[in-house]
């Protein structure tokens, strides 16, 4: 076992389930991001993607297909061992193995908050069937007596409205991201890794500065880049010595909060339209949106959240109109 200290943050090389059993106390971490291996022969992966493998990590390990259940539900069972109550994990996984992965979440405690497609550019050619292009992202919490940290307007405020309409608060929030994988030709990388981009969006949105972020399986090291990145606390685990070196020695060269500067700050203010008087046509157009967002099964509290940035009015404001035509909004 090899424990690396930088920036106050522990990294092991070490298999994680052991790991986590012998150095991770219970219901200690905030958030857990991680992109375990997938169980398709992934240390094989340069015989069917067409890149430079002179510039990949040597040591990838990949887990048998065979043993890919029982891998699961152990590393699983950790991961809900150390959350806290009310803390949440984002797990990305492929296809194949998936009704493993659902299978081991399943058998703990954990409960699902969403389930998000991760759509990437530049899926495997293929000749006889449909392209892969998306990754699942099982987003779950522990139960617990608190609130789980959910930062609603962390990217962008309510009242933000997208080019040509609509709330960019909302788009941001859908189930389906679309985000481009990282490309670095000629430069040394992971067989995997996961682009900046949709760790910065989980880790906005599901933890605070100086909140604890766990990755069971850091490869390249993204999340870990990402949590510093954001002034949260770190601790994870690789078992590769390969892939252990080269990662500490990009997180030595980092700068604890750098990407702080770099993120997008939402615009908050007074709502456009607050205070003004209503006109008919408004009315009108605030009866059809609300019984569009309904019946397209959005809740009543997000319906609420997405007429507020698109009329420029507050939630009160727009319960009062609705109850004018009669019942409960």
């Known amino acids: 076992m090899t424990e690396i200290v930088i920036h106050g943050s522990s990294f092991y090389n070490e298999d994680c389930i052991a790991g986590c059993q012998a150095h991770i106390p219970d219901a200690s971490v905030d958030l ?46 950790e991961a ?24 081991a979440l399943r058998a703990t405690e954990l409960v699902e908050v969403n389930h998000l497609i991760w759509k990437y550019n530049f899926g495997v050619f293929t000749r006889t ?17 608190g609130k789980r940290t959910f930062n609603l307007a962390c990217r962008y405020g309510l009242q933000e409205s997208a080019p040509g309409g609509g709330s960019l608060n909302y788009r941001d929030r859908e189930d389906v991201w679309l985000i481009n ?11 995997n890794a996961l682009p900046t981009e949709l760790l910065v969006k989980m880790l ?5 500065e100086g909140d604890l972020i766990c990755d069971p399986f850091m490869g390249g090291f993204s999340t870990a880049r990402v949590a510093l990145g954001l002034n949260r606390r770190f601790v994870g685990f690789e078992l590769s010595s390969a892939a252990f070196e080269q990662g500490v020695a ?20 007074r709502l456009s339209h607050q205070g003004h008087t209503w006109s008919e046509t408004e009315i009108s157009a605030v009866y059809q949106r609300y019984d569009k967002l309904r019946v397209e099964g959005v809740t009543k509290k997000a319906a609420f959240e997405i007429l507020s940035a698109e009329f420029g009015r507050g939630r009160w404001a727009l319960e009062r109109i609705l109850r004018r035509r009669g019942g409960t909004p």
Do not use: M
């Open 181 to 191: 994988r990282e490309y670095k030709p000629a430069q040394v990388k992971n067989k």
């Open 250 to 269: 990009l997180i030595q060269a980092l700068t604890p909060g750098e990407l702080l500067e770099q993120v997008r700050q939402p615009q908050k203010g």
């Open 32 to 77: 857990i991001v991680t992109d375990p291996p997938y169980g398709i022969k992934g240390d094989t992966l340069h015989k069917h993607y067409n890149r430079n493998e002179a510039f990949v990590i040597d040591g990838y390990i990949e887990v048998p297909a065979t043993a890919y259940g029982d891998f699961s539900r152990r590393w699983i069972a």
């Open 80 to 103: 809900a061992r150390i959350l806290r109550p009310n803390g949440a994990l984002y797990l990305v996984s492929g296809y194949t193995q998936l009704y493993h992965i659902l299978d």
């Open 204 to 208: 906005q949105y599901s933890s605070c």
């Open 129 to 145: 069937k449909y392209v892969s292009s998306h990754y699942h992202v099982l987003y779950y919490e522990k139960p617990g007596p």
